[in-house]
């Protein structure tokens, strides 16, 4: 087994002790199984940025604050500096996702750090210590379909109070362990008051896990979660605590566009008004106040030479 050279720089640094074997290879990253001392934990090597094929990264980019404005400059120009500060700022988006997620009692991986491009973290496992499946690879009763629903949709929703959306959660990116589901992958996280896309991608996720829960339990499809999660969020009642019934009521309240149009005409009209009593006003000034005739520049005459 090749062992990648962020990996060996770790043991160097005695963070690791032994590369047991690859896990996976995805989509942005390389999952190894380690030995860190008596502990054996999850690293998660990401891939260099051209090597890649995660779509739409300026998506999930979107409101992530840099502080120091020469590296903003430099990102936005795309200098080989800035490329290389935009890779650390992806990197280390999911580690602080994780810390921020774990002190919510989002269920998550430990997280233990990230260090040149490797994310050391918990390693998920099953009941016989093996390690744990994805969700796609597990089947269910109706019953149990149900509640590991709504354990998701709560961890959703303190996710979303943390002020975050996964932006990419689907069966593929939830654990199953003796306790339940645990959110993975979140390099995409997104924050939800800073990007734009928040809503959409917040509405997928919950789309995608109750589309799949929803083939073991179909009752389940009726849901409309995802609104009612944003609109509690919206009017500022979404808490960690909220119990949620997946139902909402749409307003059926047809727009009043005519009225809107008479708003903006009225607003336009009562600005042209203004403008032409400021112009009225600076007329009447210069007229009550005219300026001072200039002086000639050469008040003496040249005299004509004799």
Not at 2 to 11: E, Y
Not at 80 to 100: M, R, S
Not at 187 to 196: E, L, R, S, T
Not at 296 to 306: L, M, P, Y
């Amino acid at each position: 087994m090749k062992v990648p050279k962020q990996l060996k720089a770790l043991i160097d640094d005695g963070l690791v002790d032994e590369v047991l074997r690859q896990l996976m290879s995805g989509k942005e990253a390389t999952i190894f199984i380690v030995r860190c001392g008596s502990e054996i934990r999850c690293a998660k090597v990401y891939k260099d940025a051209s090597k890649r094929s995660f779509k739409k990264a300026v998506q999930y980019r979107e409101g992530r604050h840099v502080r120091n404005s020469r590296r903003g400059r430099a990102m936005a120009k795309g200098s080989k500096f800035g490329k290389k500060e935009q890779e650390e700022i992806w990197q280390n988006a999911e580690v602080d996702a994780l810390y921020l997620l774990a002190n919510a009692n989002v269920r998550v991986p430990k997280p233990y750090g990230c260090f040149d491009g490797v994310l050391l973290m918990e390693l998920i496992t099953d009941a016989e210590s093996g390690v744990a499946p994805r969700l796609n690879d597990v089947s269910m009763t109706a019953e149990q379909a149900r509640k590991d629903h709504a354990t998701l949709m709560t961890n959703v929703v303190r996710m979303l109070c943390a002020g975050i959306v996964h932006g990419d959660l689907s069966e593929f990116n939830v654990l199953i362990n003796e306790s339940g589901p645990v959110i993975i992958d979140l390099p995409q996280a997104v924050n939800a008051a800073g990007n734009n896309n928040a809503r959409s991608m917040l509405a997928r996720d919950v789309n995608n896990m109750t589309a799949y829960y929803g083939r073991f339990a179909p009752d389940l499809l009726k849901s409309k979660h995802a609104k009612e999660i944003w609109a509690h969020y919206e009017a500022g009642t979404l808490s960690p605590d909220t119990k949620l019934t997946g139902r909402f009521k749409e307003c059926r309240k047809t727009a009043d566009v005519k009225g809107v149009l008479n708003e903006v005409e009225f607003a336009a009209k009562e600005n042209e008004e203004r403008q032409h009593r400021l112009r009225e006003r600076e007329r009447l000034e210069k007229e009550q106040h005219p300026e001072p005739s200039r002086k000639k520049k050469n008040g003496k005459h040249r005299r004509r030479r004799r």
